[in-house]
């Protein structure tokens, strides 16, 4: 299936900034967790080689086949979902893993790349220069299952990237002004009936202590104070490497994970984080100039949510660090510890690739 | 350029919207760009001094309280030892029912309790530690270290614990120590120190808590966020307090401790010529050690509803009438008002009518002609009924003041009580009604509203025994920085105590009263006393019915040798029986003294 012309085209531009950001992680996990048992700087070089090898096998199969196959793989998802709300046991108070002998699955990120080629192959066939009720209430229902499934794990924050594709991709469908509103007043309405009745306690103290982290310093305000502490203390260059007072002495919570960023703020200041940002961003921009290269309309459609998957994930993470969104529990894509979450942000980059390399061929 | 050979669809109007959506993010990027500038560069300063403050933990290192010791230097009154306590600190609990439930399960102590304890201190910031348990054993200690992480909210430390070495020996005079309170935090009794601090609440301990606290230290450490200790930045030394020499001889005072073993009385014994007091003993008495290692709720109930009070310092605080012993009194006040002189005699028949009542001797069958050595001696009522009716009560009641009586003695322990020396004056005032010629020949005996403490006795005799000058009880030796005990000298002559005195010698020394006393070769002086809580008369009644006679206080007050006093002592018993019960404890305590320094 993959003939030589596409291999030729491999975005190796791509490829070499997904691993420098991947390295940039491993850095700040030996940094942040070299006095933990475990090990998780190896471990995270473990899922980087897996993960280029899967992508490297998502490169083999063309895109426009994994669309034929998009809705058994986003169904089987569902179903393993459904079945860890039954059977899962806690782990760090959610049932988002399947534990298997030797690590930890969490299938809520596969069902990312589920949801990126099932709405791909919806919207391909939709040509209109605007959203259409009936196509747009489909997707809402392709992107709600997910997301309820994974919210009540509970798992906010990768149930919102979810909306973040859903409203990727509407975006890109169209949305009228008229659309616009409706979706304003509904979100309003789940958000007044979410709080009184769906969020848990803990969720709403993060809503609440965003505004005033400092009233409750030792609760929930404590991650974003201490995260902000740790950013705010680096200053312009830095504490230096291994040298940040705020993680090494354990000040900052979720170090190696979802603060992971915090960490390079200390350690490396103003500089560090500016370098960093833009290796992500650049990487980012990188999978948006691919937009252009689709050769059809399910293309640019799988590589504007990929690169939106991405994006999301990030912002979200550099903003929540720094107490300007509520702390969801979305980590830092390629840079936080996880093997799930790489190999997920491996795969959306493995479509893009994927697409881009493909511009060239015969349908 | 290639792209119309390969592109068979319009795709310009969503790659439009894609790019759009990108130079969205790109201007975000550019904003939280801005925002990183301003939290690591415009606010670095603030963020580096909470990052400093984060990882510094001040930590008090508590500083030893002085040591207490007899007046020798040498016998330690009250130590301290290490100890180990652990507090809870409330910012680190996570969940704070969760927290009470595993922790009483972990510290072996009640729930109810553990919370009670915490809420008594909830006034205090959230960061300050709250002792929930201290004694603790070194399996305990090990017991909450190894589950450190599961408690990050408990926090062990050792510090420096109270002890007294004796026990309950000295308890009144040592005092006791209890936790500072809130309400002391509040109103700035509690000074520099901390919550969970120890301090004086009575008696020496109390009196000179200030000097006992020492100053504590201080340790900057590096913590992590578990509160776990990364090394020292620098650290204080504690101060310990400054130690403190009693002027208690502890031989004396085990003795006299031993004396009352099983009764309820106290002894006190001082030096006259310095007023230092040498040994001041009660019983019942109490362990202060008790206090340190907290009672049970069952203890501390049984022991402030013990009607025999145990806690309570008889010798400073306990009100008698001074029954016989008030004699002394009346004598120098007839002498010196020249009411009577050495020879004037009345005769004693065992009773005497005054204004149509009958009042009696205690000796029925009456002494006979009697002056007042004699009277003295002998006790005898009849004499100091006559005394008393010439004299008056306002006679009476300012030559009580004037040695002493009524008011305190100054004694360097708080909570001493004034006593009472009673005058028309304070009758109308507190009772509305005129005095009454008969009281006062009652207070001539001692007897009526006339209350003392047996330290004023004790006081009042080292008076006549320095033949008239007066001094003030203290507890701590000159050197510990006390002022100098003022002596005064009161306005009676020489004379006069020398004519009381051989009354006193002859009471103990020619078969008197006070005989029980006598130790051989030491020429001790002295006066009983019984105070009666009911008439004679009255006794003699229910004697007659078969009832039982509520007994008498026993009273014994003198001092030794007659030239030269070196020792004044005062013998208490609650229903004792007669003065010569006392006598003979107090003959115990002359005897010892003579034998430890051996003239």
């Known amino acids: ?363 | 350029m290639l792209r119309k050979d390969r592109i068979y669809e319009d795709l310009s109007l969503i790659l439009k919207r894609a790019r759009i959506v990108f130079y969205v993010l790109a201007g975000l990027l550019v904003l939280i760009f801005g925002y990183y500038w301003k939290v690591q560069i415009l606010d670095h300063q603030k963020y580096w001094q909470l990052a400093e403050a984060n990882r510094l933990r001040e930590r008090v290192l508590p500083a030893p309280r002085g040591v207490i010791t007899d007046r020798n230097g040498k016998l330690i009154l009250a130590d301290n030892t290490a100890g180990f306590k652990v507090s809870i600190i409330r910012e680190n609990i996570k969940d704070f029912e969760a927290s009470c439930r595993n922790t009483s399960r972990l510290l072996g102590i009640d729930e109810t309790d553990l919370r009670a304890r915490i809420e008594k201190f909830s006034s205090a910031a959230a960061f300050q530690p709250i002792v929930v348990k201290d004694n603790l054993t070194t399996e305990e200690v090990a017991q909450i270290q190894s589950r450190k992480l599961e408690f990050p909210e408990l926090e062990v430390e050792v510090e420096p614990k109270r002890s007294y070495p004796f026990g309950k020996s000295a308890a009144h005079v040592l005092g006791y120590l209890q936790e500072l309170s809130p309400e002391d935090f509040k109103s700035g009794a509690a000074g520099k120190r901390h919550w969970g601090d120890l301090a004086g609440r009575t008696g020496i301990e109390r009196q000179y808590d200030d000097m006992l606290t020492g100053e504590d230290g201080r340790l900057l450490e590096v913590v992590d966020s578990l509160g776990r200790s990364r090394g020292e930045i620098s650290r204080e030394e504690p101060r310990q307090g400054k130690a403190l020499r009693l002027s208690l001889d502890y031989d004396l005072q085990k003795k006299a401790e031993e004396l009352l073993q099983d009764k309820e009385g106290t002894i006190v014994a001082l030096d006259p010529r310095t007023g230092e007091v040498l040994a001041l003993a009660n019983f019942p008495t109490y362990d202060p050690n008790k206090f340190i290692t907290r009672f049970t709720p069952e203890e501390w109930l049984s022991l402030v509803s013990d009607p025999a009070y145990p806690l309570e310092n008889r010798a400073i605080r306990g009100l008698y009438p001074p029954g016989s012993i008030f004699k002394i009194v009346m004598a120098a006040a007839g002498l010196d008002a020249g009411f009577v002189d050495g020879r004037t005699a009345y005769f004693c028949g065992g009773s005497l009518e005054i204004y149509g009542n009958v009042f009696s001797c205690w000796f029925k069958p009456g002494h006979g002609m009697m002056n007042l050595t004699q009277g003295i001696k002998n006790s005898c009522n009849i004499y100091f009924y006559n005394l008393g009716r010439r004299m008056g009560i306002e006679h009476i009641a300012s030559y009580a003041r004037l040695m002493g009586l009524g008011k305190k003695t100054g004694i360097d322990i708080p909570g001493e009580k004034d006593g009472l020396v009673p005058d028309p004056e304070w009758k109308l005032k507190t009772s509305k009604t005129a005095w009454y010629r008969g009281e006062t020949i009652s207070v001539s005996i001692g007897q009526g509203p006339l209350l003392v403490t047996p330290l004023q006795i004790a006081d009042m005799v080292a008076c006549v025994a320095n033949r008239g000058v007066r001094v003030i009880p203290s507890l701590v030796l000159p050197e510990n920085g006390r002022e100098e005990s003022g002596k005064t000298t009161i306005p009676i002559k020489r004379e006069i105590f020398e004519t009381i005195i051989q009354g006193m010698w002859l009471s103990a020394n020619d078969g008197g009263t006070g005989r029980g006393a006598k130790v051989e070769g030491f020429d001790v002086c002295g006066k009983t006393g019984s105070t009666q809580w009911i008439s004679t008369e009255r006794a003699e009644k229910l004697q007659q019915q078969g009832k039982e006679v509520k007994k008498t206080h026993s009273w014994f007050a003198g001092f030794a040798p007659r030239s030269g006093p070196e020792i004044v002592v005062t013998v208490l018993v609650e229903f004792g029986g007669a003065g010569s019960a006392a006598a003979i404890l107090a003959g115990q305590i002359f005897e010892a003294y003579r034998m430890k320094y051996d003239r």
């Open chain 1, 1 to 363: 299936m993959i003939d030589r012309g596409s291999f030729r085209e491999i975005d190796w531009v791509l490829i070499g900034l997904l691993v420098l950001n991947s390295i940039i992680g491993v850095v700040f996990i030996f940094s942040s967790s070299h006095y933990l048992p475990g090990s998780y700087a190896l471990k995270q070089t473990i899922f980087i080689v897996v993960g280029l090898a899967l992508l490297f096998l998502l490169l083999a199969v063309d895109y426009k086949v994994l669309m034929t196959y998009s809705l058994y793989f986003y169904l089987g998802v569902m179903v393993v979902l459904a079945g860890l709300l039954l059977f899962a046991k806690l782990i760090a108070h959610t049932k988002s893993w399947i534990r298997l002998p030797f690590f930890q699955v969490q299938p809520s990120e596969l069902a990312k790349i589920a949801l990126i080629l099932l709405l791909a192959r919806i919207f391909s066939e939709y040509k209109k220069s605007t959203l259409s009720s009936s196509v747009g209430v489909q997707a809402i229902l392709i992107v709600l299952g997910p997301f309820v499934l994974v919210a009540v794990q509970p798992d906010l924050g990768t149930a919102l990237t979810f909306i973040s594709l859903l409203m990727a991709v509407l975006v890109l469908a169209g949305l009228r002004k008229k659309t616009i509103v409706l979706l304003l007043a509904v979100s309003l309405a789940v958000g007044i009936v979410g709080w009184n009745s769906a969020l848990k306690d803990y969720q709403k103290k993060r809503l609440t202590t965003l505004f005033y982290p400092s009233q409750d310093p030792k609760g929930a305000g404590y991650h974003i104070l201490q995260s902000k502490i740790a950013i705010g203390s680096g200053g312009l260059t830095g504490k230096g490497f291994l040298k940040g007072s705020q993680s090494q002495l354990r000040f900052l919570p979720a170090r190696h994970t979802d603060f992971i960023f915090s960490v390079i703020g200390e350690e490396f200041g103003f500089l560090g984080v500016f370098f960093v940002m833009m290796t992500s961003f650049l990487m980012i921009a990188r999978m948006f100039v691919s937009v252009g290269m689709a050769r059809d309309r399910a293309g640019v459609y799988i590589i504007f949510m990929a690169s939106m998957l991405i994006a999301f994930q990030f912002f979200v993470n550099v903003l929540m660090i720094i107490g300007l969104f509520p702390v969801t529990g979305v980590p830092l894509p390629l840079l936080s510890y996880g093997g799930s979450s790489l190999i997920s942000n491996f795969l959306a980059v493995g479509l893009v690739i994927n697409v881009r390399m493909r511009r060239f061929a015969n349908v």
